[in-house]
Structures are given as structure tokens and as C-alpha cells.
């Protein structure tokens, strides 16, 4: 695929409790496969995949909080300039459905007031073991304005969709000027700078070198 396709670049965050398989649903939306748990390579903290929406490519690089929000150390900095966050709980386990709210307000806070959140209710598989019905949590998103999935990185179910979707509702808010990828801090950039970001940033520096003339 051309470079030049390419249109959009969007830093995405993934937060909720620890073991709620955040990092797992990054490895099914990166490799297309389960992260088993024999599997303990440690920080990998970072993902990108460029995903095809409504014609436009985007391409996502996704931070993973690698641990971090097990010691409640989740930083300003993790949140700054992100465009779109899946907010994600276990539907096993009641505990973490009900650290949605401390999350929400952690990212209205401490992110852009234009973050595009998806809450992925994760381990939809595991449904023998719910503890949080469907409607609750649709319930929950809808009062709190956020878009709603349950997901499973095991099987694969709805991963995709999750950033798809989150990606989708970025580019309609660009689309109706309420979101302008111009701004600092949009976590959204147009296709040239996103070009430019792909390449190795010697390259980089020495073209704007260039074209500065001096
Ligand atoms: P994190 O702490 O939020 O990054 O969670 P991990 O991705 O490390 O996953 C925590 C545990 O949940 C691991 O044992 C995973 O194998 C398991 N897990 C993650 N996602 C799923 C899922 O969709 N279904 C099932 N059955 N287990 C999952
Ligand atoms: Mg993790």
C-alpha cells in the first residue's frame, strides 16, 4: 500500500484496572491473535496499525498503560494529545465496572476535552461468569456519553470494531468542524505530518533543514 494513502494519524490510549485485558485486546487489534499468558515479553507498551475508515486511512498508535495503573500511577503525560481511549472493565468482575468512574474522571480531567471514549466491556466470552449485565453497562455508557461494546481479545470479537468505531466518531467530529486536527493537543494530525512522523526523523530533520535554506 502507498504511503500517500495514508491521511490520518491518531494516538489512542487503552485504560482501565489491571487484568481487565487491555493489553490483550491491543495484541488481538495488532497481531490478530491471543496473547497467552505463557507469553510474558514485558513492555510492550506501543502498537500501531493503519485501519481503512469510510475510505480514509488512519493510522492509530495505541499506548498501553504496561502496568502502570497496578500502582495507581497512571500520569498526566500518558493522557496528553490523545484523540480517542477505549475504556475498558471485565464483564466478570463487578469490581472493575465499578472504577468506570473514577477512569471517566480521570480522563475528563486530564485529557483533551475532545477525547472520543469507547467503553469495551471485555472477556465476552466468559459469559457464564457475568457480573454486569449488557444493559447496565449500555445504561452507564449512554448517561456518560460514551460508545459501547462488550469484546472479547480472546476470541477476537468486536476488537476490531472497538477502534473502527472509536476512529469513525474522531473523523465525523473533524467532519462537522467540531474537532480541528490544527490544534495542539488534538492527537489527530493531517496526512503530511503524518508522513513525515513515518519517516526516520534524520530524514526529517535534514528536509526541514532543506527547506529552510540555511
Ligand atoms: P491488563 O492488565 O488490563 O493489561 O490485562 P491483560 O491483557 O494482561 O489480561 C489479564 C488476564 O485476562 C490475562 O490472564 C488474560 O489472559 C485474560 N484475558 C484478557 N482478555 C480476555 C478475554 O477476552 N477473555 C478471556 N477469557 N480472558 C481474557
Ligand atoms: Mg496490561
New binding site residues.
Partial sequence: MSLYGIFLLGLFLVI??????????LHQFIEKKF???SNHTIGVEFGSKIINVGGKYVKLQIW?TAGQERFRSVTRSYYRGAAGALL?YDITSRETYNALTNWLTDARMLASQNIVIILCG?????DADREVTFLEASRFAQENELMFLE????TGENVEEAFVQCARKILNKIESGELDPERMGSGIQYGDAALRQLRSPRRAQAESAQECGC
Avoid: F, Y
Fill in positions: 482501565g484496572n489491571a487484568g481487565t485485558g487491555k493489553s490483550c485486546l496473547k497467552d499468558d498501553d475498558v471485555n472477556k465476552k466470552d466468559l469484546t472479547s481479545a480472546l
